[in-house]
T-cell receptor
């Protein structure tokens, strides 16, 4: 079956350091990947996405890397700030031609703790 | 930006009560809405996909008679937890998406349901 998992359940970093959160997936039919940030008691907040025809995409202070060969996705946060403390989820979507669900499948999440 | 609103944000009720949760897309028309459930320190699990004007598609293991979903308009979907029991206590999150390929999902801030 399909699974999406994360290597580290909790990541603690110092303020100002760079953070890297990893995600592994198993379904090679996935063609769209998203990173979400979830603060306590709130819904997921979109951070950045990437399609399978790309290897890298950059946003403001964030970079997503996609390695389709090993089915690995990572989120890099530059100059991590206390406000970045939250749980981060990777999520993926299958190709539209797939008769399966078109909703997102979420990974298990990584808690990022930023120490001041 | 696209805003999805959930109401109520928090509800406590007695066992056996039915609870209705509303999900509204405030500034766009959502042809598809999704309902997720999230237990503490766990990821979001898709419960059902709701398309405006048609019956919801439930994920395996989700009781359709227990979790009634109505998507009667392009801006409103409701989830009713019928005869709720303590094991139904969870964080329920909806998301909404515009029609068209490549449209992102926008998430609400969730509803914390506690059944006594």
């Amino acid at each position: 079956g399909e699974s999406v998992g994360l290597h580290l359940p909790t990541l603690s970093v110092q303020e100002g350091d760079n953070s890297i959160i990893n995600c592994a997936y198993s379904n090679s039919a996935s063609d769209y990947f998203i990173w979400y940030k979830q603060e306590s008691g709130k819904g997921p907040q979109f951070i950045i996405d990437i399609r399978s025809n790309m290897d890298k995409r950059q946003g403001q202070r964030v970079t997503v890397l996609l390695n389709k060969t090993v089915k690995h996705l990572s989120l890099q946060i530059a100059a991590t700030q206390p406000g970045d403390s939250a749980v981060y989820f990777c999520a993926l979507k299958r190709r539209p031609m797939d008769t399966g669900r078109r909703a997102l499948t979420f990974g298990s999440g990584t808690r990022l703790q930023v120490q001041p | 930006g696209a805003v999805v609103s959930q109401h109520p944000s928090w509800v406590i009720c007695k066992s056996g009560t039915s609870v209705k949760i509303e999900c509204r897309s405030l500034d766009f028309q959502a042809t598809t809405m999704f309902w997720y459930r999230q237990f503490p320190k766990q990821s979001l699990m898709l419960m059902a996909t709701s398309n405006e004007g048609s019956k919801a598609t439930y994920e395996q293991g989700v009781e359709k008679d227990k979790f009634l979903i109505n998507h009667a308009s392009l801006t409103l979907s409701t989830l009713t937890v019928t005869s709720a029991h303590p094991e139904d206590s969870s964080f329920y999150i909806c998301s909404a998406r515009r029609q068209g390929a490549g449209q992102p999902q926008h998430f609400g801030d969730g509803t914390r349901l506690s059944i006594l």
